[in-house]
């Protein structure tokens, strides 16, 4: 079975796998743009003769976390045609670029999956979820403390004072895209309307992307810096009573919204979003930054796909030492002592999205009640979350 990296003069047979495969068309003109877009991606492909069977895509990316700068490989695009399904392409596929991200230095992989269970036995894990509101018409009732400005930009003017306040609001999360003034342009906007809110002294605040459909109100976006602002951006949703019907919000399930409404009690639906997996475990570690203390923790790993990451981990004074399962000769190894963990377990834990002492409630952490509140009070409360998808 051989990995081929396509190359332009291939990237139509990609395009043509995706539109079977995700069932979609696009035109002539839209095929060209995208042929631009591909070659800011890495895609890897198994050919049956001159057929195309199966890719995968590799996006970089840029995360926030703990308010520093990641490299993040971002995996899309995975497809094979029905005729080659159940050969282990994709498998092969994914262990590869696993390999490849690594030597990349892509710290952390991220997916939007089509199915958790799939994904997940490769080591990805679910590390955010997303929250979608619905207000009826009748709960679209203003606050009377709007201060400051709105106003609303279209996508061919955009305006520095949305990127401004977008990367003041992802340092507060991890795991959110780091976006640089052409991914508002190509990947963002789409066909939304911006609409920004200023306080007094001109200063952008808080922001939502959102469109207006047979009587819906769309909200893709809803990003707010302070309370402010968060009022400023629900009295000009209300603003459009007269043109719909509801609106649905998307937000962090970490936000405060609905809670200062004058009627919170509105339809809300949490789904897991969007799943993470740590690549270069050791590299990870060593750039974490845990909460100060002097105990020290063991953590036995396992990592069925990513054999580099297998061993034992020795944290002390937020210091890591890593020892292979090959080298035997550590104490550390021994059974009795320390956590054992996957990947999956990990990566949830780092970004916050399970606690120590939940993931020991269901097993997925191994060991001692005081090794894990040890783990427990050195892991930070992060707040996990990403908007886009790719």
Known sequence: MKITKLSEENFEDSINLSMYSFQYKIS?????????????????????GNDLAAKLHIVPFNIIFQEEVWEMGGVAGVATYPEYRRKGYVKALILHSLAYMKQKDQIISMLHPFDISFYRKYGWEVFCDRRKITIEKKDLQMIDSSSGTIKRYHKDSHHKSVETIYNS?????????????????????GDLHVAVTYNEDGEGIGYILYEVKERVMEIEEMVSLNYQAAINLWNFICQHDSMVDKVHIITSNHDAFPYFLRQPKQKTEISPYAMARIVDVETCLSKYQFVHNDAD???????????WNNGTYFISSGKVKFYPSEKKDSCLHDPKRGIRLTINALTALLFGYKRPSELHEINELIGSKKEILTLEALIPRHKPYIYDFF
């Not at 991606?41 to 198994?46: A, H, L, N, S, T």
């Not at 340092?171 to 963002?188: I, Q």
């Not at 923790?297 to 054999?307: E, M, N, S």
Request: proline share 2%; charged share 35%; net charge positive.
């Open 28 to 48: 002539e003109e839209q095929i060209r743009k995208f042929k631009e877009k591909l070659k800011n991606q890495d895609i890897f492909g198994i050919y049956d």
């Open 169 to 189: 609001f992802s340092k507060r999360f991890a795991g959110m895209l780091v976006r640089k003034t052409e991914m508002w342009l190509d990947m963002v906007y």
């Open 297 to 307: 923790v063991i953590l036995h790993l396992k990592d069925q796909f990513a054999p």
